[in-house]
C-alpha cells in the first residue's frame, strides 16, 4: 500500500479518499473482517461509494473554502497592521511638526515683538521711515551745497611749506592740486 500522506516535495494532503464503485462489494469485506474501517482510519484513508463520493467533496470543498478565507483574513490582518503602523507613525510626525510649526510662529511673534516695542526702535510707525527719510534728504542737500561751494585752492609746493597745513584742515576742506610735470 502506498504512503501519500508522507510524500517528498508534493503538498501532500492530510487524508486520501479510495473511491469503491460498488458499496456491496465494501459492506460485504466489512462483514468478514471488521478492522479495515479502523486500519483505513490509522493510514489517514476514507473509503467513499458512490452515495457518498458527493457528500465527501462538498466536505472537503467547504474545508478548503474555509481554509482560503482563513488565509486572506491573515493577510487582510497583517495589511492592516501595517497600515496602522504607518498612520501612528505619520501621527507622530504630525505632531512633533505642529510644535515645531508653533515654535517657530512663537519666534515670529517675539521677533516682531522686539522690532516694534524694543529698547531701540526700528519700527514704529510708517512716520519713523518719513522722518529719517526727509533727515537723511537734508544732510544729503547740505553736503552736495557744501561740496560745491569748496574754492579749490592752487597751492604751490613752496607756498604750501610756509603756511601751517594743520590750521587750515580745522576751517575748510583743502584740495591740493600736484604740479604739472613734462
Not at 489517514?44 to 483574513?73: A, D, F, H, Y
Not at 514704529?124 to 561751494?149: A, G, H, R, V, W
Request: net charge neutral; hydrophobic share 40%; with cysteine.
Amino acid at each position: 500500500m502506498k504512503d501519500y500522506t508522507n510524500l517528498l516535495n508534493v503538498n501532500s494532503p492530510d487524508y486520501v479518499f479510495i473511491f469503491m464503485p460498488h458499496e456491496f462489494a465494501l459492506i460485504t469485506a466489512q462483514k468478514y473482517d471488521q478492522s479495515i474501517s479502523n486500519y483505513a482510519q490509522q493510514r489517514q484513508i476514507i473509503v467513499v461509494g458512490p452515495s457518498t463520493l458527493i457528500m465527501c467533496m462538498k466536505l472537503v470543498e467547504s474545508i478548503w473554502r474555509l481554509e482560503k478565507q482563513n488565509k486572506n483574513s491573515k493577510e487582510v490582518a497583517e495589511i492592516a497592521g501595517g497600515m496602522f503602523d504607518q498612520i501612528a507613525k505619520t501621527l507622530n510626525l504630525l505632531d512633533k511638526t505642529e510644535a515645531s510649526m508653533i515654535k517657530s510662529a512663537e519666534n515670529i511673534n517675539q521677533t516682531k515683538k522686539y522690532i516694534k516695542d524694543g529698547s531701540t526702535i526700528v519700527v514704529n510707525s510708517e512716520d519713523s521711515f518719513k522722518y529719517l527719510s526727509t533727515i537723511i534728504n537734508d544732510q544729503i542737500k547740505l553736503i552736495n551745497k557744501s561740496i560745491s561751494s569748496i574754492n579749490m585752492i592752487d597751492l604751490s609746493y613752496e607756498s604750501f611749506l610756509e603756511k601751517r597745513f594743520q590750521d587750515l584742515a580745522y576751517y575748510e576742506p583743502l584740495y591740493i592740486k600736484k604740479p604739472y610735470v613734462n
